[in-house]
């Protein structure tokens, strides 16, 4: 058994074992072509097919943190199980504390609270984000969505969502008055002017925020030089532990700062179910071209039948016969899946642009997802189908490098 | 003699054949289970969606889904109430006030989404009285409140505390009211939890001076499967009833987001399944296609002989369809046969880890369900045919132009 296989894997590395698998499936080069084109377009297709899905997916949770979370964001501890207006942190404290902090690409101060809003005509709850409008655009687009009159350009100002601007029937220049609870729970309101109107991409911002200045916000809820919620941008979204290290150093304890992965476990959770998903898809078509590869080396093995009888006969060993039925599955798959990563990288970069989903508009922008789709390839995509195709091209030339060595010379050279 | 003949041919190489047969059979199976755990995931999430909240159908005021604002409603009158209740193919009805509140204890204020419940029918549509985790569900008394345990924590209030509601009522006039934590609920989604109280219908009316009024009517359909049916009776029924125009919306209006996630994932798992049965149609070209090949000479003969290429082409047709039949059958066969999916039906599989907590997320019982409709072997014939009939084409084409001389001088 060991003399065998130490005869297989120095028959592996000889170049007559290739030169004659090469024959083997030049013999009939119209079958062998066919085999090759269906592991390429199967192949070609699938990465396709996942890097749309993964671009779905990576798009909606770029346009998560892009619109309004951030990289990361810091919070007063405990700040989960308290209402929002209880955990809070001191502003011109923390933002002196981040001012030398040299792996952020940006920072921004936020106050968070709940109000009523009211337009003459109908009252909605809203959600009340106030923001610094200078700071802001570092961390989020937020003011890139506007899509009518003025971004927050002056005191007393607020802007909404298109949605809720719906809800309550107003228009910008009109007034909206916010009823709250402030910190020390007394019931009070102001009346701001919609200064602009803004079409965000998800459902929840379009229809139920409102978006102050923070000064006007920490007058509503009477916290002056108080902010519930820090959100920071770093320089590269895959690096976030050295930026969370040092907004956690320069903020001391009784401060959490948690990435947006923490923020938003589902995305996270999506993605890493990518991985999952990817093996499963590449194994079960490369099952599928198992079947089509096994028999095209069944069929080259059986017509040489008199030539490996007589290879055999003068005394080749086995271990050889099957080193050559393996290389050639392996010279099959693996032209194949060169052909695939082809066809499929060059169908990638083709829409790389993006492909326009806005026939399907409205509805997708409820989860965040963008009008155009861009397919993104991941290292899993190169890897896994290599690795399954290894597997298959071994697992496929079983069968016909077993009926190969099981040739009876005698029986062979008599037929022909 | 066809048939005969195209049998024959495929005997001709039993282990080609085999081959062939079993990559067919694979992708039956798969088709037939992909298809299965899809529908069964689906319709469990539909289903999870629908018994926790939304219903079925919702009757609204007109154009209440644009704004939902209390300036849409319903009027709930006993009379439409008996009229939705006589409607066939509605199995339960509930009528809520949806509205906003601040709630507070001392300085905690939270907003929360305030919703009028009848303390009767709701158990009827939703699973709300089956969420209450410490106390009870709503009953006859009077000023009492439901509150997500996160919200609890939130207000640091407990049982029997008290809470203080306040809000704009239906006439834009500030409106409060005390409330009695009379029990908790637990909801799927974190978020949801701290930002949901349930009251009595009554209460809700008191409370937004909305008297008589609803925003919605949530209905529990007999049939999932013919809400259209449904709707329109409905529609018909309430609208002699009503003097507002009313609106009845299906589950997918009214969570378009699920309807959407659904599609999204059709159409990933239709493009799987796309690949797969053309992998598997060049598989069923090279065996048609080396058979063919193989068999020049013989073809050659015929053709001299006087059948026509048109014949020639039906042959080899014969046996693509021949070949798909029996990979079909025995697909079929198996998939049907197959341990899993006689266990699988009416055996949720419980989810564990990262996924679990995912669709717990989402709001779906954490399980992985099999549903088998008469769609899958329909969908696994149809693909099969599509298969025979594409993979057929260039040899069959091949063989019907085979000039009788070559193909005879070639041997």
């Known amino acids: ?367 965040g997802v963008p009008t155009r789709l861009t397919p993104v390839a991941r290292s899993g995509d190169v890897w896994a189908p290599l690795a399954v195709a290894v597997v298959t091209a071994l697992l496929a030339s079983l069968w016909p490098a077993l009926r190969a060595v099981r040739t009876r010379p005698a029986e062979a050279l008599r037929k022909a | 003699m066809i048939l005969r003949l195209a049998w024959r041919n495929i005997g001709r190489n039993k282990r080609r054949t085999a081959l062939t047969l079993a990559a067919v059979v694979f992708a039956v199976v798969l088709v037939v289970h992909m298809i299965a755990l899809t529908t069964g995931v689906h319709e469990r999430m539909i289903e999870d969606n629908v018994r926790m909240h939304a219903g079925h159908l919702q009757l609204t005021g007109a154009g209440y889904l644009e704004d939902r604002t209390l300036e849409r409603f319903v009027r709930w009158t006993p009379e439409l109430a008996a009229a939705v209740d006589a409607t066939p193919g509605v199995a339960a009805a509930a009528p809520r006030v949806n509205g906003f509140a601040l709630l507070s204890n001392g300085s905690a204020s939270q907003g929360v989404a305030l919703l009028g419940v009848d303390p009767v029918r709701e158990g009827g549509v939703s699973t709300w009285p089956e969420r209450v985790v410490r106390g009870a569900f709503l009953g006859t008394g009077e000023r009492e409140i439901l509150l997500g345990e996160r919200l609890a924590e939130a207000l640091r209030v407990d049982l029997g505390d008290q809470v203080l509601a306040y809000t704009v009522a239906y006439t834009l006039e500030n409106a409060y009211e005390l409330f009695t934590v009379r029990g908790l609920i637990h909801a799927p989604e974190p978020r949801l939890e701290r930002s949901l109280a349930l009251i009595t219908l009554r209460d809700a009316q008191a409370l937004f001076a909305y008297e008589g009024r609803v925003s919605e009517v949530a209905l529990l359909a007999r049939d999932s499967s013919r809400l259209d049916e449904t709707s329109r009776s409905l529609a018909a029924a309430v609208s002699a009833q009503s003097r507002e125009p009313l609106d009845v919306n299906p589950w997918p209006v009214v969570m378009p987001e699920l309807a959407q996630l659904l599609v999204i994932d059709n159409a990933q798992n239709y493009s799987m399944l796309g690949i797969l049965v053309v992998v598997v149609a060049f598989g069923i070209l090279n065996t048609i296609l080396m058979s063919v090949l193989e068999r020049q000479r013989e073809l050659g003969v015929m053709l001299a002989l006087g059948l026509a290429p048109r014949e020639i082409f039906r042959l080899v047709y014969a046996e693509s369809l021949l070949l798909c039949g029996l990979g079909l059958a025995l697909g079929l066969g198996l998939a049907l046969a197959l341990p899993a999916a006689v266990f699988m039906e009416g055996h949720p599989i419980p989810i564990r880890g990262d996924v679990r907590e995912m669709s717990e997320m989402f709001g779906f019982t954490p399980v992985i369900s099999w549903q088998l409709t008469a769609w899958n072997p329909a969908l696994a014939t149809l693909l099969m045919t599509a298969i025979a009939l594409l993979a057929a084409l260039y040899p069959a084409a091949k063989a019907a132009s085979a000039r009788p001389v070559d193909a005879l001088r070639s041997l």
């Open chain 1, 1 to 367: 058994m060991a003399r065998a296989l130490a005869e297989f894997a120095r028959s592996l590395v000889r170049a007559s074992t290739w030169r004659l698998a090469l024959r083997g499936l030049g013999r009939q080069p119209r079958r062998s072509a066919i085999v090759l084109v269906a592991v390429a377009i199967g192949l070609g297709s699938l990465l396709v097919a996942m890097a749309l899905q993964y671009g779905l997916v990576a798009q909606m949770a770029e346009t998560a943190i892009r619109t309004e979370i951030g990289d990361l964001q810091a919070h007063a501890a405990g700040w989960k199980d308290t209402a929002p207006l209880e955990a809070r942190l001191l502003e011109a404290e923390s933002l002196a504390a981040l001012s030398r902090a040299r792996e952020l690409a940006g920072f921004a101060p936020r106050l968070r609270g709940e109000a009523l809003a009211q337009s003459p005509l109908a009252s909605v709850g809203v959600r009340v984000l106030g923001v610094d409008p200078e700071r802001e655009g570092s961390v989020s687009t937020l003011s890139s969505f506007l899509h009518e009159g003025a971004w927050l350009d002056a005191p007393r100002r607020l802007a909404i969502g298109a949605g809720l601007a719906r809800r309550l029937r107003v228009a910008v220049g009109d007034k909206v008055v916010l009823a709250v609870q402030d910190v020390r729970g007394d019931l009070t309101g102001e009346a701001f002017r919609v200064a602009g109107i803004y079409r965000a991409p998800s459902r929840e911002l379009d229809e139920a925020v409102a978006i102050l200045r923070l000064d006007d916000a920490q007058r509503l809820f009477a916290v002056a030089g108080e902010i519930s919620e820090l959100a920071f941008a770093a320089r590269e979204r895959g690096a976030l532990e050295a930026p969370r290290a040092e907004v956690a150093r320069a903020l001391g304890p009784g401060v959490r700062v948690e990435t947006w992965r923490e923020l938003e476990p589902m995305l996270d959770t999506m993605i890493a179910l990518f991985d999952q998903i990817g093996w499963v898809m590449y194994a079960a078509i490369f099952v599928a071209m198992a079947f089509g590869i096994a028999n095209v080396l069944l069929m080259s093995v059986l017509e040489r039948a008199r030539e490996i009888g007589v290879l055999l006969a003068i005394g080749m060993p086995p271990a050889r016969m099957v080193a050559i039925v393996v290389t050639e599955s392996v010279v099959l798959v693996a032209l194949g899946v060169a052909a695939g990563f082809a066809f499929g990288f060059a169908v990638i970069f083709a829409l790389r642009d993006g492909i326009d989903l806005s026939a399907f508009g409205d509805g997708l922008r409820a989860f």
